[in-house]
């Protein structure tokens, strides 16, 4: 039974293993992003906005439809009138009507105005598409850079406990001899326990990022993620003389800047239109009377239009007027803003820059060397537990600085992209 049992485990256990396997993609920096581009919903639904928009130019083009009018048709028989033709047959003899077409003629080109107006709302949806490709791909890249960060950590802590577990395995044996003191297995399995609990923490966040990185590249909840880059360092060397040319970068692509520019051209616009309403539009118009008029037959011409005595439209304008000045101040804050921006966030990478600097190359190696040196020394009683964990702490503390300095140097190369609005 107990056999039967350990089968049935055995075959439920490395089933979901397999399953677990099957659904780990293993994919790079640059296909995550090719992912992101396709299947982002966000995007999608910002492209069918710029369809929305484009359908209302559309629209717009149209001219106003003619209006018929069919009116004074009498459905019953007046009697002391004089007889007319019949319509139909015999009836219609008796029978009066009037119809009407009438053409609304739009003035002062009101409808060329509503269609520039259109299409510079297309421009906007451009601009807003753009905006949302800038902020999601500042969200897509960070938190690639976390989760290969969490990985490195995760192959550090996964080295210390494979290294600490076969020393506490040795020192249990020696503790069982009676050579060692309890206290020295219990500080040596202590530091064990402590790095598997901080291995564990790691996993906790990698599957939060998980969630935000499946959401962005819409895949199904079963998959895991794993990327496939290593951290390292920007390759760009990012210079101080390239700080104006950045600035004038932004002033023209950041598409936060371009979306307030093009409400500035939409508020122009708008108070041209709205002071092409003053002049009223006019109606063309065909009638035609039957049994109606000292004629049987009358056709006659009109023409009519709205007089503008008590509205000019004067409130909508001046509405407009502040709107073309309120645009104007939120551009002018907005190109003031990233100024500030890229300043700041280009101060935060030298800084950054500087102490990368002065870890090169040979320094991680040799911290990896001196390690493997002390671990020797340690299991040889060449030198004391206390000289060991000592350094132990500081080679943690030292590769925690060394991936710390990558992470906020990609962190904030790609805050720089995004402040400027363009790729570097």
């Given amino acids: 039974m107990k056999k039967t049992i350990f089968t049935l485990f055995y075959i439920h256990f490395f089933g979901f293993f397999s399953a677990q396997i099957a659904d780990t993609l293993q994919i790079g ?21 710029i369809s929305q928009a484009e359908a209302r130019v559309v629209q717009a083009k149209f001219w106003p439809n003619p209006k018929l009018t069919v009116n004074e048709v009498n459905l019953w028989r007046t009697y002391d009138i004089e007889q007319q033709p019949a319509l139909i047959g015999n009836w219609g003899k008796n029978t009066q009507f009037s119809a009407e077409i009438e053409q609304v003629i739009q003035t002062a080109r009101k409808r060329r105005k509503n269609i520039e107006l259109q299409k510079i709302e297309v421009d906007g949806e451009k601009y807003e598409l753009q905006e949302v490709l800038r902020e999601l791909k500042k969200l897509l890249r960070n938190t690639l850079t976390e989760v290969i960060y969490n990985q490195e950590q995760q192959k550090l802590y996964r080295g210390q406990i494979s290294s600490i577990e076969k020393l506490t395995k040795s020192y249990q044996n020696q503790l069982n001899l009676g050579n060692i003191s309890k206290s020295e297995y ?12 901080k291995l564990i923490s790691l996993q906790q966040e990698i599957a939060e990022q998980q969630v935000e990185l499946k959401a962005l590249l819409i895949l199904p909840a079963t998959s895991y993620l794993v990327i496939t880059d290593h951290l390292s360092i920007p390759e760009k060397e990012l210079s101080e003389l390239e700080l104006s040319n950045w600035l004038n970068i932004a002033k023209e692509n950041r598409p936060d800047i371009q979306i307030t520019k093009n409400k500035e051209k939409y508020a122009q616009k708008n108070l041209e239109l709205q002071r092409a309403l003053r002049t009223p539009d006019i109606a063309l118009s065909v009638g035609y009377d039957r ?12 023409i009519s239009f709205d007089l503008p005595v008590f509205d000019r439209n004067k409130g909508n304008i001046q509405e407009a007027k502040l709107e073309v000045t309120k645009s104007n101040f939120e551009t002018r804050k907005n190109i003031l803003k990233s100024e500030n921006e890229i300043v700041s966030v280009f101060q935060n990478y030298t800084r950054t820059q500087k102490i990368s600097e002065e870890l090169d190359g040979s320094y991680e190696s040799t911290l990896d060397g001196l390690l493997a040196s002390h671990e020797k020394n340690f299991r040889l009683r060449n030198i004391s537990m206390l000289e060991y964990m000592d350094f132990l702490e500081t080679y943690i503390g030292n ?15 790609e805050n720089l992209q995004y402040v400027v609005g363009q790729d570097l």
């Fill in 29 to 49: 920096r640059k296909e995550a992003e090719t992912l992101f581009l396709a299947n982002n919903l966000d995007i999608i639904a910002q492209k069918l906005e």
């Fill in 399 to 413: 590769k925690m600085i060394i991936l710390d300095t990558k992470k906020e140097l990609n962190q904030y190369y």
């Fill in 291 to 302: 049994g109606g008029n000292i004629m049987k037959d009358f056709v006659g011409l009109g």
């Fill in 186 to 197: 219990v500080r040596l399995k202590a530091q064990e326990i402590e790095f598997k609990k």
